[in-house]
């Protein structure tokens, strides 16, 4: 824990005394091979079609910023739900990503992998090629199904820089909420 902490007083010093030397950079290496990103992303929001339990066709957004200065390109992402009583499943054959945000949809963007580890509640995507510094992606991933059961859900989101051995940064919590529908 006391590492994070560290490494970023360490780049907030470097970027107070050298501002245009960050911008720059490729990226944060250490000597063991590790590539860490200069100026993390950032996780915008996350949104759903539709908010009833059991409801078929929904689509979860997932928006991310990539700054300039993040010194290294995006590879991966992982979202994990970390929170809610039912497992949401993904027909990952239906994930898409673009460039832009749900209502302002820009150029469709290569997935080289998308992965599920079910025993985690992961989901993995690595882009081909790696998304550039200074765009804003949206991850949109189809449930076969929302949940049956109402409440929170919390999906952890994780990128990774371009890298052999990349240091994924937790960028927040994209946090969905499902009502069970009323009936009159």
Do not use: C
């Not at 994990?80 to 949809?105: M, S």
């Not at 049956?148 to 919590?173: D, R, T, W």
Request: cysteine-free; aromatic content about 12%; charged content about 20%.
């Amino acid at each position: 824990m006391r590492f994070p902490f560290l490494l970023g007083t360490a780049l907030t010093l470097v970027m107070a005394i050298a501002p245009d030397a960050v911008l720059k950079a490729q990226a944060v290496q250490l000597r063991d091979g590790t590539v860490y990103f200069v100026q993390p992303p950032s996780l915008e929001g996350a949104i759903t079609t539709y908010k009833t339990t059991y409801a078929w066709g929904a689509t979860y957004y997932f928006t991310i910023n990539l700054p300039e200065n993040a010194g290294e390109p995006l590879q991966k992402i992982t979202i994990n739900q970390h929170e809610g009583v039912d497992r949401v499943r993904f027909d990952l054959e239906e994930t898409i990503v673009f460039e832009g945000k749900p209502r302002d949809k820009g150029q469709k963007l290569q997935l080289k992998d998308v992965t599920s580890d079910r025993k985690t509640r992961t989901v993995s995507l690595t882009f081909d090629p790696p998304i550039p510094p200074g765009k804003t992606i949206t991850i949109a991933l189809k449930p076969y199904q929302n949940p049956g059961v109402s409440g929170v859900y919390l999906f952890g989101v994780k990128a990774f820089p371009a890298g052999e051995k990349s240091y994924g940064q937790f960028l927040g919590y994209g946090r969905l909420q499902f009502y069970s529908p009323t009936f009159l």
